[in-house]
């Protein structure tokens, strides 16, 4: 069931959808939705660690707090598999929203004209289309917003109108009463209007914050919301956990090209250069910088011709990934009953243990990564 399907047009068949993709293998599609307040250190390693212990498939984070000097690269997860896409607040400190896919769903950012913090991500799959909206509603934000979100809907709705439409973040209208579909100032009641025009259903019924239910899943298909439930989270907000019952695509393996030296004729390489020696000699005192630059590069071309390449599987560890550090991350595995257990039972004992030890890898995987810079900034005069 689309939004308001019967509202608008058809469009013309996408095009973008990729003709090799894995065959499904998770039945369904796991999210995580939370307001982070600053994803960046020290926060960053433990977003990290809690999206791989929930095995989560998207993540949806409000109040990114992050800025326009904050590199993409900066952002990505030292041992898995991540798209980011990301919606900074430029005017003044705070707000954002991060979202990340995993690679192997194919997905790609929808342009949308909006004055809000609202990033807009569609999934592809070869059996449904699927549009994400995250939104950041501050507590202080314009009265204008319901109506510039509805804009948003309509402009998607008409360009996609038979994809299944999933409205999320955190929208801070804790006087909506969600059982009774009402509200007590006239912000919240616009809210909620909107809400039953486009036909979302609203998938929280437990608070997220405090007492009041801020954070908010809400669908075009609530058929394929399977589960929601909510866990302590990384600050003041809880972490809403939900699936949808949509197929992913299993990831292919990476792998890379690499130089074989083993295989390398360095035979081939002395004699050439033996013969490049000559020339190199003879015209040494008369050379400039730029023709220096020239030979450098000739030389290089050697390893294209006589190193053969190999192709490796990928490594998406990053190098300050220590001995230490797997034995820890293995053994919070082994722990792992204990977030499913604090989660199917809410036991407070399970979720202290599970944080406890969720703490002490970040704290040792802080300290390996600041340790692994410190030694090679050390060593670098060594280097050269």
């Known amino acids: 069931r689309s939004l308001c399907a019967s509202r608008v047009p058809s469009s013309p068949p996408f095009e973008s959808i990729p003709t090799r993709i894995a065959p499904p293998v998770n039945q369904t599609t796991s999210i995580l939705l939370t307001n982070i307040r600053s994803y960046m250190p020290p926060k960053k390693e433990a977003v990290q660690t809690l999206l791989e212990d929930t095995s989560t498939d998207i993540a949806i984070l409000t109040e990114s707090w992050l800025t326009p000097d904050i590199h993409d690269n900066e952002l990505r997860h030292s041992n898995t598999h991540f798209t980011s896409y990301r919606l900074d607040r430029n005017r003044r400190r705070g707000g954002g929203i991060l979202v990340f896919v995993k690679d192997s769903l194919p997905s790609q950012t929808v342009t949308i004209s909006t004055n809000f913090e609202i990033l807009c991500v569609e ?15 501050a507590p202080d934000c314009e009265h204008s917003f319901t109506d510039d979100l509805q804009n948003v809907l309509f402009d998607l709705t008409s360009r996609f109108p038979h994809a299944n439409f999933l409205l999320c973040g955190d929208f801070n ?18 809210f ?9 259903s609203q998938s929280v019924t ?23 439930s909510c866990i302590s989270g990384l600050s003041d907000h809880n972490v809403v956990l939900f699936s949808l019952s ?10 890379k090209l690499i130089r074989d030296f083993n295989n390398a004729n360095f035979s081939a390489i002395n004699s050439e250069l033996n013969k490049f020696l000559v020339s190199f000699t003879l015209s040494a005192s008369t050379r400039t910088v730029d023709q220096n630059w020239l030979l450098f590069k000739r030389i290089l071309t050697l390893i294209n ?34 977030f499913r257990a604090a989660k199917n039972f809410e036991s407070i004992s399970k979720w202290n243990r599970y944080f406890a030890c969720l703490r002490e890898y970040t704290h040792l ?4 990564k600041r340790n692994f810079f410190i030694m090679t900034c050390l060593t670098l005069p060594e280097l050269i």
């Open 206 to 228: 437990m608070p997220t914050r405090g007492t009041t239910t801020l954070d908010l899943v809400l669908v075009s298909n609530p058929d394929l919301i399977q589960s929601v």
């Open 192 to 200: 909620l209007e909107l809400c039953l025009l486009f036909n979302l």
């Open 173 to 190: 209208y804790p006087d909506i009463d969600w059982d009774n579909l009402c509200a007590s100032s006239r912000q919240s009641r616009d």
């Open 365 to 368: 995987l802080k300290r390996s």
């Open 305 to 338: 011709n006589h190193v053969p390449l190999i192709r490796v599987p990928g490594d998406a560890q990053r190098p300050w990934y220590s001995n230490l550090l797997k034995k820890l991350y293995s053994k919070k595995k082994k722990k792992q009953y204990f």
């Open 123 to 137: 999934t592809i799959l070869p059996t449904c289309k699927n549009i994400l909206i995250a939104c950041y509603r």
């Open 246 to 255: 949509i197929a992913l695509p299993s990831r292919k393996p990476s792998k």
